[in-house]
């Protein structure tokens, strides 16, 4: 059964074209199309329907010990209204899903995830949390709150000031990857100092009810909607990972570039042996971004070659709407990932000349 | 959208007879915007043969990669240049700027094959 957030009705009346995607029924893209819609976000403010990720809130005195056992950061660690980036491994060290972390208030954290991943998720949290209550007696709970929170995106330049203006400057003094309450159309909201598109920007949350009114304000107040087509274009220009794409359960943090999101030197992080253990063997493979020097798109799946080698494969491709010109990324053997190597991608039976490239493609705004 | 003068393929290319035996081949306005924003467009060499109903080359938007088919055969004279540096003439000028490819047509009698712009809606809706 395909699933529809509160704002379905909202992108149906402004002819969005609608896309399954990690089971819900998701714009990609509205008649303004994908380039208008990442220019505007580079130079403006744009806003995406974000409702479908996920929200998970855990509860009770042990919820930030319990957490701790199964994130590659230590959350009882955050401060009030503070968010981390983290990644929930499986015991063999490989990514089951990359998410946000928050410390709402006391014994109260709110876990954002992947839409596609989250029966997933929540079976692995849940087996795991079991075993963390039978182990040590622990006081701790999960409830799936998606269906009742909405979530909106607002990225870009103006966002910051676009949404300190309908708050009554509340939202200004939030900083980046940190959350706080503020009133927006009367109703309360919690805005997240986050987002996946490299520009500086919120990530709103508030009752699901009031969905189609908030997302019509923002529109009135010259945020132009952006569908997964504009989100994903975007998300790659800033160089980050999409899960299912990019990462998975096969790949491990080290060898995604994703070291900085894994403290595994804790005791009671239940997969900080696995970690440390791939950490100091080393990977053969090296996550890394490309850069096309001849016609053509390298798109997901296609391989890569040096000197007639097979050395990997492409995870993400697309033509870059910032840049103009085509950008990917993908697995290579560590020995051919320095910056500047020149690489072959079969596109299609063509051969692309590319090189290994810094990412982000587009520098972060923040 | 669909103009009277145009013969159309159910793979969404147009074909237009201008003088002899030479047509101009594009693709539809419902196939420019299924696709989305062009960005980049594969084009044949010309003086290269190229057969009714198959691959002569390839279209890509910011989100997906289609394949072109000819809606005829014959040999190709000429090519659009100017999708190299302006891929999205296709979006903004499908029938016109964003025309790709002039073909000498081998059997003028294919264009038989091909459907009338209400023949064509018909398929789309």
Redesign the interface.
């Known amino acids: 059964m395909i699933r529809k957030t509160p704002l379905y009705d909202s992108h149906v009346a402004s002819n969005a074209t609608m896309v399954d995607f990690g089971g819900w029924e998701m714009p990609v893209r509205y008649p303004t199309r994908i380039l208008h819609e990442v220019a505007q976000v580079r130079e403006d403010v744009g806003i995406f329907d974000v409702s479908h990720m996920a929200r998970l809130i855990f509860s009770g005195v042990d919820a930030g010990r319990f957490l701790d056992t199964v994130l590659s950061v230590r959350a009882s660690r955050l401060t009030h209204g503070q968010g981390r980036y983290h990644l929930i491994c499986n015991d063999k060290g490989g990514i089951i899903d990359d998410a946000i972390v928050y410390n709402l208030e006391k014994d109260r954290y709110l876990l954002v995830v992947n839409a596609g991943n989250a029966e997933v998720d929540k079976q692995w949290l849940s087996e795991k949390m079991d075993e963390f209550i039978e182990r040590e007696d622990g006081d701790v709970g999960f409830i799936d709150s998606t269906d009742d929170i909405a979530m909106i995106a607002v990225q870009g330049p103006k966002a910051v000031a676009l949404l300190g203006e309908l708050t009554n400057d509340e939202t200004n003094s939030i900083v980046r990857f940190h959350a706080g309450e503020a009133t927006l159309d009367g109703e309360r909201i919690l805005a997240a100092r986050t987002g996946y598109t490299g520009e500086d920007g919120f990530e709103i949350m508030f009752d699901s009810s009031h969905a189609p009114e908030i997302w019509s304000l923002l529109v009135d107040a010259g945020a132009t909607p952006c569908g997964l087509g504009a989100r994903d274009a975007l998300r790659l220009e800033a160089g980050f990972m999409l899960h299912g794409n990019d990462i998975t359960a096969e790949h491990n943090p080290y060898e995604a570039g994703l070291r900085w999101a894994v403290k595994p030197n804790r005791s009671e992080y239940l997969f900080g042996d696995v970690l440390r253990h791939i950490r100091d063997n080393g990977t053969t493979r090296k996550m890394s971004g490309f850069a096309m020097r001849s016609r053509g798109i390298a798109r997901q799946g296609h391989r890569i070659y040096a000197d007639g080698e097979e050395i990997g494969i492409v995870t993400s491709g697309t033509h870059s709407p910032t840049l103009g010109s085509p950008i990917a990324m993908g697995y290579i053997g560590v020995e051919h990932s320095e910056l500047g190597t020149d690489v072959q991608i079969d596109v299609r039976g063509k051969t692309v000349e590319a090189e290994v490239v810094a990412m982000p493609f587009h520098p972060h705004s923040y | 959208m669909y103009p009277d003068d145009l013969k159309y393929s159910d793979e969404h290319e147009w074909a237009r007879r201008n003088d002899g035996d030479v047509v101009e081949v594009g693709v539809t306005h419902y196939a420019q915007d299924t696709l989305?924003?062009v960005?980049?467009v594969?084009l044949p060499e010309v003086g290269s043969k190229v057969d009714q109903f198959d691959k002569f080359g390839?279209i890509?938007?910011?989100?997906a990669?289609s394949d072109l088919f000819s809606p005829v055969s014959g040999t190709v004279t000429a090519v659009n240049s100017d999708l190299e540096q302006s891929p999205?003439l296709v979006?903004s000028d499908p029938y016109g700027d964003g025309w790709i490819m002039e073909v000498k047509l081998d059997d003028p009698a294919e264009l038989d094959a091909l459907m009338d712009s209400e023949a064509y809606q018909e398929i789309l809706e």
């Open positions: 989305g924003d960005v980049f594969e390839e890509e938007s910011v989100k990669v999205e979006n």
